[in-house]
């Protein structure tokens, strides 16, 4: 009732400039200025807060009505210069689109989190590769990513839906900060689905490491993660000071990049072989000196179409692989989850179910009488 109080002592009818209030999340109101303006031969929307809140009760009211005749003061000016045919652009830094996003990601302090942001911008770059001010986002630019991550054959709907989420919160920012004039990607969603945890057998793993491939450490490098279930954001990081011989054996001794936490295991075997080769063929710091991510994973869905095998596999499954592995060895799970650094079980137990699932197929792929 006092909002309608104080939007009848001003009109937008016959305003090119017009007066809004923009409810905010601590209940209080902004005073915005909404206009259009031609450039370059097109037209664009603009939004201006000019900082000025009312509080919108009825104990207010007479503070928040001098506040709106300050308002009124202030639209009318941009009246005129509307008429002049003088754009109302701000005069401040423009903001552009990369440079937003970085900064959400400069903010995080988890390197999960600044992890997710980084791979959230590199296909927003993808898809928008030349910079481009903040306030151009509109709704078909939000639906166009939208499109290109469900589309992208690099990531299922669940990675999909967490790069979206984060798109969401940068641009729900920028319109509450009244860069854009609506929240374009509000109502965009991905639908999160439970998924297959897609691994690789034994024999699988061994043919693809006898088979000979142009880039060989992309290949060693998936494969030491199948026998150590180390992340990709991992097998990045791991120096050859990480692996510590005791006692006749050979440790890998690292602090996990994704929960910051330190990890200490035996190397399988095949692990410690791939290290031995590594360590001769180069002199390098880390323990792989591997490409772009992007060119890691092509070089991956090359190796397994070159194998033949019929599967989705990701580097991730590099983890999954491992998970099995263990599993059907007789490893518990308890144990399993200290390699892998969950801090529930319940999240190891998922792949004591997965394997529950493939007995199940195999008894049903039995002939029957």
């Known amino acids: 009732m006092n909002l309608e109080r104080l939007r009848k002592r001003f009109s ?22 909404d206009y259009r303006f031609m450039e370059n031969g097109r037209e664009y929307r603009e939004r201006k807060s000019l900082g000025i809140y009312l509080v919108g009760t009825r104990k207010s009211y007479n503070e928040d009505k001098n506040k709106v005749d300050e308002a009124i003061i202030i639209r009318n000016k941009y009246e005129q210069l509307v008429n002049k045919n003088r754009h109302l652009i701000n005069k401040e830094k423009t903001i552009y689109l990369h440079e937003w996003f970085d900064g959400f990601m400069n903010k995080q302090t988890k390197s999960n989190s600044r992890a997710i942001w980084r791979k959230t911008i590199r296909h927003l770059k993808i898809y928008q590769p030349q910079d481009m001010p903040l306030k151009r986002v509109t709704k078909e630019f939000c639906e166009g990513f939208h499109k290109y991550l469900k589309e992208c054959k690099d990531l299922n709907d669940n990675t999909s839906h967490t790069y979206f989420a984060r798109f969401k919160v940068a641009i729900n920012m920028a319109y509450e900060e009244d860069i854009i004039p609506r929240n374009y990607a509000k109502k965009l969603s991905f639908s999160k689905t439970n998924g297959t945890r897609e691994y690789l057998t034994f024999e699988e793993i061994t043919k693809i490491y006898e088979m000979p491939y142009i880039n060989e450490t992309v290949k060693r490098a998936f494969i030491f993660s199948c026998f150590t279930g180390l992340r990709l954001s991992d097998l990045y990081g791991i120096k050859f000071k990480n692996i510590i011989k005791e006692n006749g054996n050979y440790y890998l001794a690292f602090s996990d990049k994704k929960t910051n936490g330190f990890n200490k295991f035996i190397l399988h075997p095949t692990a410690e072989k791939i290290y031995k080769k590594e360590k001769k063929s180069h002199g390098g710091e880390h323990i792989f000196d591997l490409p772009h991510e992007a060119t890691f994973r092509y070089h991956l869905r090359k ?67």
């Open 303 to 369: 190796i397994i179409e070159k194998a033949g095998i019929d599967k989705h596999i990701t580097p991730h499954c590099g983890r999954h692989t491992f998970a099995t592995l263990c599993i059907t060895s007789g490893m518990d799970l308890f144990t399993l989850s200290k390699y892998l650094g969950h801090k529930d079980v319940k999240v190891t137990q998922i792949y004591a179910k997965l394997i529950d699932k493939k007995k199940d197929e195999a008894i049903k792929k039995l002939p029957v009488l």
């Open 12 to 33: 937008n009818k016959n305003f090119k400039v017009k007066i809004r209030f923009k409810k905010l999340k601590s209940g209080r109101y902004s005073i915005i200025l």
